[in-house]
Each structure stands twice: as structure tokens, then as C-alpha cells.
């Protein structure tokens, strides 16, 4: 196996325990309707990977292994949120209002349609 391939692995791995237990915790402290621990884990993600990538623009703080196990192992466990996020701001910093606006649309639209889709279809069986 590569290095990267365990790298990312390990990363999502623990990505995903900490969402599990990050979410039970919230959902346990916080009853409530509104999914409270999925809300905070997909904001604490966001600002995990924000620190991540700016930490990387700096130069040799962290080291492309670092950036691969962190940003795409453990926030990718952690919630895939953070990395529709990053892709967003880039995609307004780079100025492409049109297809950052194209992306958040399609994702929040086809993402909720497609859930919806998967849900009748396993329904309907």
C-alpha cells in the first residue's frame, strides 16, 4: 500500500470516531430537533480545514503529508462539509462567481434530491 493510501485512511478513520462521538455527545447534552452535533461537527470541520489550507499557503508549516492525513484523512472522515466549503471559498477567491454559484446550487439541490431519491427508491422495494 502507498503511503498516502494509509495516510488518508488512518486520517478517516479517525475523522469518523470523532464525528460518532462528537454528534452522540451533542445529541445527548442538546435535545432537540435540529441535529445540533451534525450542524457543529460540519462548522467545526470548516474551520479545522480553513486552518489546515492556511496553514499550507504559509509554505513549510505543514508538510504535503500532514496536509493529505488532516485535510483530505481526517476532515474527510470528519465531514465532507469542510471540503464542499474550502472549494467554495476557492472558487470566490479565484473570482468564478458563476460557477461558485453553480456548485452551492447544484450540491444543496441535487444533494437533497438525491437523498430523497435514494430513500423512495429503497421504499418502493
Same mark, same amino acid.
Given at each position: 500500500?502507498?503511503?498516502?493510501? =494509509? ?5 478517516? &478513520? !479517525? ?9 452522540? /455527545?451533542? @445529541?445527548? #447534552? ?31 508549516? =505543514? ?5 493529505? &492525513? !488532516? ?9 465532507? /462539509?469542510? @471540503?464542499? #466549503? ?40
Amino acid at each position: 500500500m502507498s503511503r498516502i493510501f =494509509l495516510l488518508v485512511g488512518i486520517g478517516g &478513520f !479517525l475523522g469518523s470516531v470523532v464525528r460518532y462521538y462528537s454528534q452522540q /455527545f451533542l @445529541a445527548k #447534552s442538546i435535545p432537540s430537533v435540529l441535529p445540533y452535533g451534525t450542524l457543529a461537527v460540519n462548522i467545526i470541520g470548516c474551520f479545522i480545514i480553513g486552518i489546515i489550507y492556511g496553514l499550507s499557503s504559509r509554505g513549510n508549516v =505543514l508538510s504535503p503529508d500532514w496536509r493529505i &492525513f !488532516l485535510a483530505t484523512g481526517f476532515c474527510g472522515g470528519f465531514t465532507t /462539509f469542510s @471540503a464542499f #466549503s474550502y472549494e467554495s471559498i476557492s472558487l470566490m477567491q479565484d473570482g468564478e462567481y458563476l460557477y461558485l454559484s453553480i456548485y452551492i446550487t447544484a450540491s444543496v439541490l441535487f444533494g437533497l434530491a438525491a437523498t430523497y431519491l435514494g430513500i423512495l427508491l429503497i421504499k418502493s422495494i
